[in-house]
C-alpha cells in the first residue's frame, strides 16, 4: 500500500499517530526520488492560486519524467516495497501556506505512481 503522511513538527498531536510502515520524508531538502526542487516549490509558494498550482503541478510531473527516465530502478523499487508493505510519502502540509493537501507533491506523486503502476494499492486519504 502506498499513502502519504504528514510530517509534524514538535510533538504529534494526540489523537494523531505516526502511520505503521516504512516512511519516507520526500520534502525538497532531502535525496528522495520523489522531492520536489526547491525552486518549484518556493515558486508556488510566492503564488498558491488555482494558476500557480497548475504550473506546479506541470513542474513536478516534468522533473517526475526525467526523474523515471533516468533512474527507473529507483522507482520500481519504491513500487516494489509498497507492493510488500505499507509505505508512506512525508511532506509537512497541508500547512498554513499551502493548506491544500491536494495540492501537495506527495499527492501528486501519488497520483504519478498510481499511473505508471496501476497494480499497486495507492490511498488519496489526507493523512
Not at 497548475?54 to 526525467?66: C, G, H, P, Q, T
Not at 522507482?75 to 511532506?91: H, K, S, T, Y
Request: aromatic share 10%; net charge neutral; with cysteine.
Amino acid at each position: 500500500m502506498l499513502a502519504r503522511y504528514q510530517i509534524v513538527r514538535g510533538h504529534r498531536p494526540e489523537g494523531d499517530p505516526l502511520p505503521e510502515g516504512k516512511r519516507y520524508d520526500t520534502r525538497k531538502h532531502t535525496h528522495h526520488i520523489l522531492r520536489p526542487t526547491p525552486d518549484i516549490v518556493e515558486e508556488f509558494l510566492s503564488d498558491p492560486s488555482q494558476a500557480g498550482f497548475k504550473r506546479f503541478r506541470a513542474a513536478y510531473i516534468a522533473v517526475l519524467d526525467e526523474r523515471f527516465a533516468e533512474q527507473a530502478e529507483r522507482f520500481e523499487e519504491l513500487a516494489q516495497e509498497a507492493r510488500q508493505g505499507d509505505v508512506f510519502l512525508g511532506c509537512n502540509c497541508p500547512t498554513a501556506r499551502q493548506p491544500d493537501v491536494r495540492h501537495c507533491h506527495t499527492w501528486l506523486a501519488l497520483e504519478y505512481l498510481a499511473r505508471k503502476y496501476p497494480d499497486l494499492d495507492v490511498r488519496f486519504g489526507a493523512r
